[in-house]
């Protein structure tokens, strides 16, 4: 099981989301801004963190960054609803500290997928 916390605006999604990690055995903590999110990550551990590129608070980018200097291991992860920020240059620059990026349209066997091979604690029983 993996600890992970979720940064989107998006609230159906962020729903949607929480519920299908929680259903694959993770614990999903969800927040709706991008300075919720820094500050549950300096109050609490997680094994992956998931960034939507635009939300109030801060995005990925600004979000990723600070994240990155917080904790250098923590596994990033970037999620969008816009394919077509993939392509800028700037974007994909910007991004380079996350370990992989998805579309919001990934299924929720992706996400899991992601998730076990990005934080090893994933792959660990709760009995264990």
């Not at 609230?11 to 500050?39: I, K, N, P, T, W």
């Not at 549950?40 to 997680?46: A, P, S, T």
Request: glycine letters at 8%; aromatic letters at 4%; proline letters at 4%.
């Amino acid at each position: 099981m993996a600890r992970i916390l979720i940064a989107d605006d998006d609230h159906a999604y962020l729903d949607v989301f929480c519920d299908g990690m929680a259903a694959m055995g993770h614990e999903a903590v969800g927040v709706s801004r991008g300075d919720a999110a820094l500050d549950r990550l300096r109050k609490e551990d997680f094994d992956i963190v998931f960034l939507d590129v635009i939300m109030p608070g801060g995005g990925a980018i600004t979000l990723g960054h600070s994240v990155r200097n917080m904790n250098a291991e923590l596994p990033i992860v970037v999620i969008t609803g816009r394919p077509e920020l993939g392509h800028s240059p700037l974007l994909r620059n910007g991004l380079r500290f996350a370990q992989a990026k998805l579309q919001k349209t990934a299924s929720l066997s992706e996400l899991d997928r992601t998730v076990r091979q990005l934080a090893p604690a994933a792959n660990l029983n709760s009995n264990e």
